[in-house]
């Protein structure tokens, strides 16, 4: 595993809102004409989350962030649709700790959630009436579920952090 970790300090900060507002309109003008917009991008949610955790972001491979404190990889997921989401994990995925960014593009409000699993709990949760994510990994299939349903909603979670793009502050909870 290839690791290149960066601090996300204020500059890289204003630099991944800035990017969400660009994402934002242009999401906005495709929707227009379009069924479906763009997804939200990768590289602002877990530019967003590892500044509001103190994490670094990982450029390389082998999990999204590193926790300086603990040394645990981490795993980010997320939605910029705020009731529902669907989420996939490769057939390989291995992480300490899963996070989950929560967007109200709404309100330009997101919410962070410790999903409270590593890698091998994530392995026991249900993907259909028959199958867990280990089942489906062991096929070589990318498993897909609603982490907001299934982790989220199912286990009473509130998020830990949240930030306010307008006034681009964060806060713990």
């Not at 509001?52 to 590193?66: I, K, M, S």
């Not at 699993?117 to 199958?131: E, R």
Request: hydrophobic content about 35%; proline content about 3%.
């Amino acid at each position: 595993m290839l690791h290149d970790f960066i601090k996300i300090d204020k500059s890289r900060f204003k630099d991944a809102v800035k990017a969400y507002w660009l994402w934002k309109e242009l999401n906005s003008i495709i929707k227009n004409s379009h069924n479906r917009g763009i997804n939200f991008p990768e590289t602002i949610s877990e530019s967003l989350m590892c500044y509001a955790l103190g994490f670094e972001l990982n450029r390389g491979t082998g999990g999204d962030a590193r926790n300086p404190e603990t040394g645990e990889v981490c795993e980010v997921k997320a939605t910029s649709n705020w009731d529902r989401d669907t989420s996939s994990f490769s057939p390989k995925e291995e992480f300490d700790s899963l996070y989950f960014v929560r967007l109200n593009q709404r309100d330009d409000h997101v919410y962070i959630y410790d999903l409270q699993l590593d890698s091998n709990s994530l392995k026991k949760i249900p993907v259909s009436k028959t199958q867990t994510v280990e089942d489906q990994q062991k096929q070589g299939r990318r498993p897909r579920f609603s982490i907001i349903k299934q982790i989220i909603e199912a286990n009473n979670l509130d998020p830990i952090a949240f930030i306010d793009l307008r006034k681009e502050k964060v806060k713990k909870l």
